[in-house]
């Protein structure tokens, strides 16, 4: 019996991720010591990495809104086992049925602690005692909207042999060049924490944010920002973010690899009625990493060109597959902008979702 087939047995039959380790444990012998578990997973690269980034404890997937979490996990999925380098090959070991977490704040096994507004790589290595780590890298050189820059301390390279990808230089505090296995990226909000929101609704919509993607064991999330607030009024040519606030948008963080991989739908809701006046107007759609223009997809330009009732357009929506998007933090806001004379209303209920494999 080979790995990799118990692999795929233990999958088929029960449909959904159970520890290898603990299918191992009971087909083989109920007292396999840890070396002969690990001499079985030597050598064996055809195996992916089974845990997952994850932002709250004890879960490989997300169960639902996750808001300020100051702690990064890696959490057992498929199953508990990884590649560790140790200077000379790659050898599988088990981090355990626990995972791995570090705090935001630890300065002890990353460079220094984490920063709000930042993005980091997240990376997989046994320390010189044997323990398991899953530290951050460097910050990036820049952690912008739109302008992602990994920088040469964060760099990354694909190890020749295995196809890993791994760290390119020493991490200060962390594994040596080459060491260290890339599993993900994070981006710390301003608020110097980490979201995983899955519906979120306010009036002015709810700061919301996916501050993490995995590299590794994908899965799809549906993120949803709903503005619940009353009508309100909008006769301005400025071009704006919904209500007028910043919150009415949905961010996310693309580590960059893969990217055939990332994609994302996203869809927004409006409910408007335009005044009765010959040529009322006003226009929606999407700001990419910016929100005073409409510079992404489609803008949408409602009239009421006769002018004799109050049109109501109800349920307009705009949809789009996006893929390569720029690395690092990303966002996209819902936009609107009156004609300049006329006071269009906007009815309130907004919706804006998207779907994003993380």
């Known amino acids: 019996m080979t790995i990799p087939a118990l692999f795929k047995f233990v999958n088929w039959i029960t449909g959904t991720p159970v520890p290898i380790d603990d299918a191992i444990t009971s087909a083989l012998s109920p007292t396999?010591?840890?070396?002969?578990?690990?001499?079985?997973f030597a050598n064996i690269p055809v195996l992916a990495p089974g845990c997952r980034i994850n932002i709250e404890?004890?879960?490989?997937?997300q169960g639902g809104n996750v808001i300020g979490s100051s702690t990064v996990y890696y959490n057992v999925y498929l199953h508990s086992w990884a590649p560790f380098n140790n200077g000379t090959t790659w050898v599988w070991k088990s981090i355990g049925n626990s995972g791995i977490s570090q705090a935001l704040s630890?300065?002890?096994?990353?460079?220094?602690?984490?920063?709000?507004?930042?993005?980091?790589?997240?990376?997989?290595?046994?320390?010189?005692?044997?323990?398991?780590?899953?530290?951050?890298?460097?910050?990036?050189?820049?952690?912008?909207?739109?302008?992602?820059t990994r920088g040469t301390a964060a760099a990354l390279l694909r190890d020749p042999a295995t196809g890993f990808l791994v760290n390119n230089v020493d991490i200060t505090n962390?594994?040596?060049?080459?060491r260290g296995l890339f599993t993900g990226t994070?981006?710390?909000?301003s608020h110097g924490t980490l979201d995983g929101p899955?519906?979120?609704?306010?009036?002015?919509?709810?700061?919301?944010?996916?501050?993490?993607?995995?590299?590794?064991?994908?899965?799809?999330?549906q993120v949803t920002n709903i503005d619940n607030g009353v009508a309100y009024n909008y006769s301005s040519a400025t071009v704006r973010q919904a209500r007028g606030s910043?919150?009415?948008?949905?961010?996310?963080?693309?580590?960059?690899?893969?990217?055939?991989?990332m994609k994302y739908d996203y869809m927004f809701i409006y409910d408007i009625n335009l005044v009765a006046a010959i040529g009322a107007n006003l226009s929606f759609g999407c700001g990419r990493n910016q929100?005073?223009?409409?510079?992404?997809?489609?803008?949408?330009?409602?009239?009421?060109?006769?002018?004799?009732?109050?049109?109501?357009?109800?349920?307009d929506s705009y949809s789009s597959n996006i893929q390569g998007n720029q690395i690092g933090y990303n966002y996209l806001a819902m936009l609107e902008q009156g004609d300049g004379t006329n006071a269009n209303t906007f009815l309130g209920g907004f919706l804006q979702t998207m779907s994003i494999q993380y």
Not at 32 to 40: F, H, S
Not at 133 to 141: L, M, N
Not at 174 to 178: H, L, Q, T
Not at 186 to 189: D, F, K, Q
Request: with cysteine; glycine share 12%.
């Open 174 to 178: 962390g594994p040596r060049a080459g």
């Open 32 to 40: 396999i010591d840890t070396n002969l578990q690990n001499a079985l």
């Open 246 to 261: 910043a919150n009415n948008q949905i961010g996310w963080v693309n580590h960059g690899q893969a990217s055939s991989n």
């Open 57 to 61: 404890p004890g879960n490989s997937a």
């Open 186 to 189: 994070i981006w710390v909000n």
């Open 291 to 315: 929100n005073t223009a409409f510079n992404f997809g489609n803008q949408t330009i409602l009239s009421n060109p006769q002018g004799v009732n109050t049109l109501r357009y109800r349920s």
């Open 198 to 221: 899955s519906q979120l609704s306010g009036s002015g919509g709810v700061e919301c944010n996916m501050c993490y993607a995995n590299y590794y064991n994908r899965i799809p999330w």
């Open 106 to 148: 630890d300065a002890t096994k990353s460079p220094a602690a984490a920063v709000a507004s930042t993005v980091y790589d997240m990376y997989l290595w046994e320390d010189t005692d044997g323990t398991k780590r899953h530290t951050r890298g460097p910050a990036w050189t820049d952690s912008g909207a739109g302008t992602g």
